[in-house]
């Protein structure tokens, strides 16, 4: 039996299930991991790429740190010292760094490596080079799933908006 990738979001063009009856499906089986490995290939990638491109993503959210003028009228040619944080981006900035630490932890136990530098940028390319040994883990997908999420997700819809408001109005 062929092992198949466990990236949530895997899907194989043309591959379905025995039973699939959905016209429209293109595609709702997993790609085949690779060799030895739980994610194929292109999730291989992914997971690396995934890894720099939220070390990036962190730093690219300082630049939204500052938000909008806190209520109050500005005296012209005085320093605005009012304005609020931004805590969408301070959140996600957060969530990015907890993310790699716990990778970077989890990689440094199980393989008896030391850790990077406390260095978000650091830490994001040592993830990067182990991403081929956490493809091979039980808990691949979930690696591939979170980073996925960090370097495409949320954290980059704040740091990169595109000029659409939204507000929640309920449940």
Not at 17 to 40: F, I, K, T
Not at 41 to 51: E, F, G, N, Q, S
Not at 76 to 85: A, I, K, M, N, Q
């Amino acid at each position: 039996m062929t092992a198949l990738c466990l990236a949530p979001r895997c899907r194989a063009y043309g591959q379905h299930h025995p039973h699939c009856r959905d016209a429209a499906c293109r595609g709702c089986l997993p790609r085949q991991a690779a060799d030895g490995l739980r994610l194929c290939w292109p999730h291989v990638r992914h997971l690396a790429d995934d890894a720099r491109q939220a070390a990036q993503l962190y730093d690219e959210l300082e630049h939204v740190l500052v938000g909008a003028p806190a209520p109050g009228s500005r005296v012209s040619g005085s320093p605005d010292r009012t304005r609020l944080p931004n805590m969408a981006a301070v959140e996600a900035r957060s969530t990015i760094r907890h993310t790699l630490v716990a990778w970077c932890r989890l990689i440094s136990e199980e393989r008896g490596v030391g850790l990077p530098r406390d260095e978000v940028a650091d830490m994001g390319a040592y993830v990067a080079r182990h991403a081929q040994w956490l493809a091979a883990q039980e808990y691949a997908g979930e690696a591939s799933d979170e980073l996925r999420e960090l370097a495409h997700g949320r954290p980059w819809r704040i740091a990169y908006p595109d000029g659409t408001r939204r507000v929640e109005v309920g449940p």
